[in-house]
């Protein structure tokens, strides 16, 4: 192994402190703390486990927490009115309505009732116009710390070739409007990409974010290359266990590239970091007031 480990959740353990030491700042401003409001509909065990570490990790940046759960049958009607109520409310800085949501739900329209200011994951088409256009606005939790991440082991982006391997609208489409933000060179790769490793040997920078285990081997990269894996995929490992492991063959890439990001303890803990991160920046734009710098 010759990469240097990216260290997430060092990173995310910094920018929660900056992100508390934030809060009384605004508190003094405003009579206040800001406030998160998140939402789950039915009982995914998966989706309880983020929610519940969404609300803890809130209480403990010294920020209000407002839990709404809502039975799994919920209709349409039902959660847009909740989700008025919270545009409505003072109190509330940030919404996350947590996905995916059940078959009678429709998805877009509830994203897109959603105060696009208080849209702390950035998935507003709004929000997704403004990175589009480079006003200021909301950006998706995982990307912005993907970008995080890749800054402080860089410094400067400008120039770089950015292979972006992946098109969700969650990760991928926002991840490479915020390299090109940077003046990387991107390319965004996917399923239909033809020569997919000749693609990511180009790359100083990779993001994998395809949710196909492993798939990304160190013969693709290019030497001293910089690759951000944002999969987590659970894998069978024998004797009815299982791990988890990246889109990223980690021995394999970790011989030839400059630094990786490690699964877990790489993007993983950045991605709720950054969501308090953003409900902090959403309270000081909402009150008319300047988030202090470092966050
Ligand atoms: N479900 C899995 N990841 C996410 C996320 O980042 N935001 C929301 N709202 N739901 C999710």
């Given at each position: 192994?010759?990469a240097?480990?990216?260290?997430?959740?060092v990173?995310?353990?910094?920018?929660?402190?900056?992100?508390?030491?934030?809060?009384p700042?605004?508190?003094?401003?405003?009579?206040?703390?800001?406030?998160?409001?998140?939402?789950?509909?039915?009982?995914?065990?998966?989706?309880?486990?983020?929610?519940?570490?969404?609300?803890?990790?809130?209480?403990?940046?010294?920020?209000?927490?407002?839990?709404?759960?809502?039975?799994?049958?919920?209709?349409?009607?039902?959660?847009?009115?909740?989700?008025?109520?919270?545009?409505?409310?003072?109190?509330?800085?940030?919404?996350?309505?947590?996905?995916?949501?059940?078959?009678?739900?429709?998805?877009?329209?509830?994203?897109?009732?959603?105060?696009?200011?208080?849209?702390?994951?950035?998935?507003?088409?709004?929000?997704?116009?403004?990175?589009?256009?480079?006003?200021?606005?909301?950006?998706?939790?995982?990307?912005?710390?993907?970008?995080?991440?890749?800054?402080?082991?860089?410094?400067?982006?400008?120039?770089?070739?950015?292979?972006?391997?992946?098109?969700?609208n969650?990760?991928?489409?926002?991840?490479?409007?915020?390299?090109?933000?940077?003046?990387?060179?991107?390319?965004?790769?996917?399923?239909?990409?033809?020569?997919?490793?000749?693609?990511?040997?180009?790359?100083?920078?990779?993001?994998?974010?395809?949710?196909?285990?492993?798939?990304?081997?160190?013969?693709?990269?290019?030497?001293?290359?910089?690759?951000?894996?944002?999969?987590?995929?659970?894998?069978?490992?024998?004797?009815?266990?299982t791990r988890?492991?990246?889109?990223?063959?980690?021995?394999?890439?970790?011989?030839?590239?400059?630094?990786?990001?490690?699964?877990?303890?790489?993007?993983?803990?950045?991605?709720?970091?950054?969501?308090?991160?953003?409900?902090?920046?959403?309270?000081?734009?909402?009150?008319?007031?300047?988030?202090?710098?470092?966050?």
């Amino acid at each position: 192994m010759t990469a240097a480990t990216i260290d997430g959740k060092v990173f995310a353990e910094g920018l929660r402190e900056r992100v508390a030491a934030a809060v009384p700042d605004f508190q003094a401003a405003t009579g206040r703390a800001p406030g998160l409001a998140v939402v789950l509909v039915g009982e995914d065990p998966a989706s309880a486990v983020y929610v519940r570490s969404k609300g803890k990790a809130t209480l403990a940046a010294g920020m209000e927490s407002f839990e709404h759960r809502l039975d799994a049958t919920t209709g349409q009607d039902d959660l847009l009115a909740l989700i008025g109520r919270l545009n409505a409310d003072e109190a509330v800085d940030g919404i996350l309505v947590q996905l995916p949501l059940p078959p009678q739900i429709d998805e877009k329209a509830v994203l897109a009732a959603i105060d696009p200011d208080k849209d702390v994951d950035g998935f507003h088409v709004v929000n997704a116009g403004r990175l589009a256009v480079g006003e200021e606005g909301l950006v998706p939790c995982t990307p912005l710390g993907c970008l995080m991440l890749l800054k402080d082991r860089l410094g400067e982006l400008s120039g770089l070739e950015a292979v972006v391997i992946g098109r969700s609208n969650i990760v991928g489409k926002p991840m490479a409007q915020l390299l090109l933000r940077e003046s990387c060179t991107v390319t965004i790769a996917h399923s239909r990409t033809r020569d997919l490793p000749g693609v990511v040997r180009r790359a100083d920078i990779v993001v994998a974010a395809v949710g196909r285990p492993e798939m990304v081997t160190g013969d693709w990269l290019k030497p001293g290359a910089t690759v951000i894996d944002v999969g987590i995929n659970r894998i069978a490992a024998g004797e009815g266990k299982t791990r988890l492991v990246g889109d990223v063959d980690f021995a394999s890439a970790a011989a030839v590239a400059g630094a990786i990001t490690p699964v877990p303890g790489g993007v993983g803990p950045m991605t709720i970091a950054v969501l308090l991160r953003n409900t902090v920046v959403a309270a000081f734009a909402r009150a008319g007031l300047t988030a202090p710098a470092g966050l």
